[in-house]
């Protein structure tokens, strides 16, 4: 009798933890597709609804700092990064050590003047000699290959610059 009510206490469990998964990854689908349903070009003012208090009127840039970057290993693809996502060297991605998971950062190379926008996903690089780990497509775009290793580059955070709406605060 015992046996009986532990198996079907965790079939019921079973069954719950599937039910959640299930919802959760309905609605993860419905948001990624209101997501994916707005197109916003990166540069460029959006117009804004007269019933937004904020708008987005450009990317703003801030100076993280300069100094060597390096390349992720083809052998690390597929690997878990600390974002929990899996690691893709056709991505367009990097390690840093203290910027948020998520964030997106300009690096341009300050031997070749060349920039890539790539998000953070891991954390990295663990040497004092490098401040940015680049997936090889990353490191590609702006000339850095596996033969020459590193390259000095420049890092700029990116967030979106929000400005009130002056029409917005018409009834306040």
């Not at 349903?37 to 840039?61: A, D, G, M, Y």
């Not at 991505?91 to 003047?113: D, F, I, K, M, Q």
Request: hydrophobic share 35%; charged share 20%; aromatic share 6%.
């Amino acid at each position: 009798m015992k046996q009986s009510k532990k198996i079907s206490w965790w079939l019921l469990f079973i069954s719950l933890m599937q039910s959640v998964a299930a919802f959760g990854a309905a609605s993860k689908k419905k948001v990624e597709m209101r997501l994916h349903s707005k197109k916003v070009e990166k540069n460029t003012p959006r117009k804004s609804s007269k019933s937004s208090k904020f708008s987005l009127q450009s990317i703003q840039s801030t100076l993280i700092g300069k100094g060597k970057a390096c390349i992720y290993s083809n052998r690390l693809h597929g690997s878990a990064t600390a974002s929990g996502e899996k690691f893709n060297k056709d991505g367009l991605t990097a390690a840093h050590l203290n910027l948020p998971l998520g964030s997106n950062v300009r690096v341009t190379s300050l031997e070749t003047g060349k920039s890539v926008v790539v998000r953070i996903n891991d954390r990295g690089p663990f040497s004092k000699n490098y401040v940015l780990d680049m997936s090889p497509l990353a490191a590609q775009k702006i000339g850095l290959t596996f033969i020459k290793g590193t390259m000095n580059v420049k890092i700029e955070q990116l967030t979106p610059k929000l400005v009130k709406n002056e029409s917005s605060m018409a009834h306040l």
